[in-house]
């Protein structure tokens, strides 16, 4: 039997596998493997803080050993507006951990996203 990497499910179900997710990431950011001690799955829900704010739901989020946040995510078709969209997932990526009262010296400069359109 073979499934296509077209559905999501199969997508999310691939990379709960560690190994997986480590020659991934590896591959695709050009980091080696022996430099790569963890790469954790993490909660796909970007915070939303009032009713009315838009949610941000990601394919699949990870984080790096060196606390580098990566949202890969999975296209069958180009979207409108993606410039867009991973603009704001991204920007959602990188102040979700900034508490009101926190210096921004405490944002962490290393993220980034892999976009993954399959036809």
Do not use: C
């Not at 073979?2 to 691939?14: A, C, H, I, R, T």
């Not at 020659?23 to 803080?49: A, C, H, M, N, T």
């Not at 210096?103 to 892999?114: F, P």
């Amino acid at each position: 039997m073979f499934l296509s990497p077209k559905y999501d499910e199969f997508v999310k179900e691939m990379f709960r596998n560690e190994t997986v997710r480590r020659y991934f990431v590896g591959d695709i950011l050009k980091i080696p493997q022996e430099e790569i001690r963890s790469v954790r799955l993490k909660d796909p829900f970007l915070r939303k803080f009032f009713h009315r704010q838009k949610q941000g739901i990601l394919d699949v989020k990870m984080e790096l050993n060196d606390s580098r946040k990566i949202n890969v995510e999975l296209q069958v078709k180009l979207i409108r507006h993606w410039d867009k969209r991973q603009l704001f997932y991204l920007s959602k990526l990188y102040t979700e951990e900034l508490f009101a009262g926190e210096d921004y010296e405490q944002l962490k400069n290393a993220w980034g996203s892999v976009y993954w359109i399959l036809t």
